[in-house]
C-alpha cells in the first residue's frame, strides 16, 4: 500500500497516509551526537554478536529499574531490529510441528515467523467486547501437548490495547498448569503508553524464567531506520538465541548500539515525553471524532502505541457511488486509497472487518484524513 500511495503521489493526486507504524519524530539530539561521536572516535569493528557490554549491562538495568526485573547483561541479546529478536527466540525454541498461540488481531510478521521455524501459529481471535485481548477460557481451550508458546503484544499493533496486571495474572494462572509453555512478550511499544500501569508477563513469578521479552528502540526512541532492538531471557535460552544471531547477521550496528546507550543512560523521561504528549493528543482527537462522526465504526480509547483499529463491519456490503461492492477490509483500503485516505487493511493482521489507522503524523493530517474517510463510508449505498 505504501508502493501504491508513491504511485499515486508521483501521478500527481493528492493523498493522505495513515498508514506508517514509525514515529514521525527525529531521533532526540543525545542520541545523534551520540552516534556522531561514535563515527569520530572510530568505532567501526565488527561488534560482540549479543551487543556491546555496556549497551546489554543498561537494558538489564533499565528493566531492573522500570520493572523490578533481576536481569543481567548476560542474559540480553541486542539484534538487528525487534523483529530478529522475535524470530532469533522462534527459531532458538521451536521444534518442527510444535504450535504457538497468537490471539488476533496480532502483528503481521508473527505467523511468517512462526512458519520460518517450522511450527504452527493457533490463531485465537478476540473482539472490542474483551478491549481485543485474550481471556482466559479462550487459552485453556487451546492449549493441546504440541503448545510450546504464546505471544503477547501489550501495547498492541494493530489495536493499541494493553493487558493490565490483573489480566496478566489470569492468564499465568492458566499457564502455571502447563510449563512447558513459553511467553514470548512483544514490548517494542511500552514506553508508550497513556493509561494504566505498564507490567510485563516477566513480574510475575509464575512465569519469569519462561517469558522472553522482545523490545526495541524503534518506536520509543523514534530510530527505526537504525534497526536495533533486543531481548531478555533465561541464560541458556539468551545463549542460543545468541548463536542463532551469529550464524545470520552477527552482531548488530555498533554505531546504533552506541546512541541507544546514551538513551538508556540518559534522561530517558525526557526524551521520550514530548512525543507521547502529542501522541496521546492525537489519540484523544480521533476518538472524539470518531464517537461524534462514525459512532458505527464502535471507537475505543487505546491504552497505547499510536494505532486505532477501526472496525468497519456496518460499512460492508454495501456499494460504492460508482458501483463497486466492498465486501473485504481489502476492497474497503483500496475504495479509501481512490477517494484519497490511505489506511492498512484489517486482512494483515488476521481481520477482515477492520482497518487500521496510524496516528503517526501531524495532528492536521489525521484530521484531514478521517474528514476523507468519513465522507467516504458515508457515501456508500445499501
Not at 499515486?8 to 539530539?29: M, N, Q, T, W
Request: hydrophobic letters at 45%.
Amino acid at each position: 500500500m505504501a508502493q501504491r500511495v508513491r504511485e499515486l503521489r508521483a501521478a500527481g493526486k493528492k493523498v493522505i497516509s495513515l498508514l506508517l507504524g514509525e514515529p514521525d519524530f527525529p531521533v532526540p539530539v543525545p542520541l545523534q551526537e551520540a552516534a556522531i561521536a561514535a563515527i569520530r572516535e572510530g568505532h567501526a569493528p565488527y561488534p560482540p554478536v549479543a551487543g556491546i557490554p555496556s549497551l546489554r549491562e543498561a537494558i538489564a538495568a533499565y528493566y531492573h529499574r522500570r520493572y523490578g526485573l533481576p536481569y543481567q547483561g548476560s542474559q540480553v541479546v541486542v539484534s538487528n531490529g525487534s523483529k530478529q529478536a522475535i524470530y532469533n527466540v522462534l527459531l532458538a525454541l521451536l521444534e518442527p510441528g510444535e504450535e504457538v498461540i497468537v490471539p488476533a488481531p496480532y502483528w503481521v510478521s508473527y505467523l511468517p515467523l512462526i512458519q520460518l521455524a517450522e511450527a504452527r501459529p493457533i490463531i485465537l481471535p478476540t473482539t472490542v467486547e474483551t478491549d481485543y485481548k485474550l481471556l482466559p477460557h479462550q487459552l485453556e481451550a487451546a492449549i493441546t501437548p504440541a503448545t510450546r508458546a504464546l505471544i503477547l503484544c501489550s501495547p498492541s499493533n494493530p489495536t493499541g490495547t494493553a493487558y493490565t496486571p490483573t489480566e496478566l495474572h489470569a492468564l499465568a494462572e492458566v499457564l502455571e498448569k502447563h510449563p512447558q509453555i513459553w511467553v514470548i512478550s512483544d514490548e517494542i511499544y511500552e514506553l508508550i503508553r497513556y493509561e494504566g500501569e505498564a507490567f510485563s508477563p516477566a513480574q510475575l513469578p509464575a512465569l519469569y524464567e519462561r517469558t522472553v521479552i522482545c523490545n526495541g528502540f524503534s518506536k520509543a526512541f523514534a530510530m527505526p531506520g537504525w534497526r536495533l532492538g533486543y531481548l531478555l531471557a533465561p541464560q541458556p535460552l539468551a545463549e542460543a538465541a545468541t548463536k542463532v544471531q551469529g550464524q545470520t547477521t552477527a552482531g548488530a550496528n555498533i554505531i546504533a548500539q552506541k546512541a541507544a546507550l546514551a538513551g538508556l543512560t540518559g534522561d530517558l523521561e525526557s526524551l521520550v515525553a514530548p512525543m507521547i504528549e502529542a501522541f496521546r493528543a492525537r489519540r484523544d482527537a480521533l476518538y472524539t471524532y470518531l464517537q461524534a462522526h462514525l459512532p458505527e465504526t464502535r471507537p475505543y480509547l487505546p491504552a497505547g502505541a499510536f494505532y486505532y483499529f477501526l472496525d468497519i463491519s456496518a460499512f460492508l456490503d454495501r456499494e460504492t457511488p460508482s458501483g463497486q461492492r466492498l465486501t473485504t477490509a481489502d476492497d474497503v483500503a483500496e475504495y479509501l486509497l481512490q477517494e484519497g485516505v490511505a489506511v492498512v487493511s484489517g486482512s494483515a493482521f488476521g481481520s477482515d472487518r477492520h482497518i487500521r489507522l496510524s496516528y503517526a503524523v501531524a495532528l492536521p493530517e489525521i484530521e484531514a484524513g478521517v474528514q476523507l474517510l468519513t465522507q467516504a463510508l458515508r457515501a456508500l449505498q445499501d
